[in-house]
């Protein structure tokens, strides 16, 4: 039994990190590298391409091995794969492309902010580092008029921490200037803004777990209960919250436990309807699942942490063959 512990707790390891956008597998403890300050130019300049011999690359996404299941519907990629973590903006004009580089002496991490000639590039992170532990800039979203980007800086680590990470800040950088600023957060997890950029939702850091629904204009709160029949989920945690592209609806992923004091946690994906806060029960079992996207016609493509992905029915939990590519 104390073995099946150690596994189970060493397979939600590499679910934390398969969470957040670093390499998968552990590394070492944390050794903060400090940053070179951002030095935004008012006014935005081309950028010289030199060829070099090592190039930024998007960081690699290794996947463990896993022996297919009945339940397989996309198989996941080899290791080592190459992931390209970009995100464009809605107006396609723009590129927020983070990056990780091994080095024969270290590593290389970088964010690089781009419109489609690459005229103008800005770096609001590129540094060099080695030992265990880095920064990485992890993408959180675009302004729906596609001026700021939003990301924060995540401390990846050696050894176990939450699932889902508190967001206390995120960085805006203004595609326009070059410049960053910090915008405070709300306290919890999850963070994320519906489409019209009306109404940003998160998961408390308390018990009991609840989604809140945060008025930006009136800064009124709506909570909505997410475990209330769920025994023992008072170290819950939520995160990893979608919208529905009409924003009537969202997903988001819950643990049952920190993992790091108990393995045998249970993972949910619930769906919420912000009409009546009306909360389904679409997933419940021991593998972890995230949600990515939803489709027009109401389906929700999920990934689990070997990168197998579904479509599911986002009313009754159904799953369907995903995509390949």
């Given amino acids: 039994m ?7 707790l060493g397979r939600h390891l590499c679910a934390i990190i398969f969470a957040l956008p670093v390499l998968a597998g552990c590394t070492g403890a944390p050794q903060i590298t400090s940053l ?3 030095e935004p130019s008012s006014t935005p300049q081309a950028t ?13 996404t290794l996947v463990p091995q896993y022996t297919p299941t009945p339940r397989l519907i996309t198989p996941a990629p080899p290791e080592g794969t190459f992931a390209n973590q970009s995100v464009v903006s809605p107006d396609g004009n723009w590129t927020a492309l983070p990056a990780f580089e091994t080095l024969p002496d270290g590593y290389r991490v970088s964010l690089r902010v781009f419109n489609k000639d690459e005229s103008v590039v800005w770096t609001p992170m590129d540094y060099k580092g080695d030992g265990l532990g880095y920064v990485f800039p992890m993408a959180k979203r ?5 001026r700021y980007f939003y990301y924060v800086e995540s401390i990846a680590s050696d050894g176990c921490s939450e699932f889902f990470p508190t967001d206390q800040r995120w960085l805006q950088l203004d595609t326009q200037t070059g410049e960053v600023a910090t915008i405070e957060m709300a306290a919890g997890r999850g963070h994320a803004f519906s489409p019209d950029e009306k109404i940003q939702a998160y998961t408390t850091l308390s018990a009991p777990l609840a989604l809140v629904l945060l008025d930006i204009q009136t800064r009124t709160e709506q909570k909505v209960e997410l475990l209330p029949e769920v025994p023992d989920s008072k170290n819950a945690q939520g995160g990893n919250i979608v919208w529905s592209p009409d924003g009537k609806k969202l997903i988001l992923a819950i643990s049952s436990a920190n993992i790091c004091d108990n393995p045998e946690a249970t993972f949910y994906l619930m769906s919420v309807q912000l009409a009546d806060s009306k909360v389904r029960l679409l997933y419940q079992g021991e593998e ?3 949600a990515l996207q939803w489709s027009n016609d109401d389906k929700v493509l999920v990934m689990d942490w070997n990168s197998r992905s579904w479509w599911m029915d986002a009313e009754t939990g159904e799953i369907t063959s995903a995509p390949l590519n």
């Fill in 2 to 8: 104390h073995e099946n512990h150690i596994k189970k």
């Fill in 36 to 38: 070179p300050p951002s």
């Fill in 48 to 60: 010289a391409t030199t060829t070099r011999e090592m190039t930024a690359t998007p960081y690699i």
């Fill in 142 to 146: 675009w302004s729906a008029d596609s």
């Fill in 288 to 290: 972890y699942l995230r």
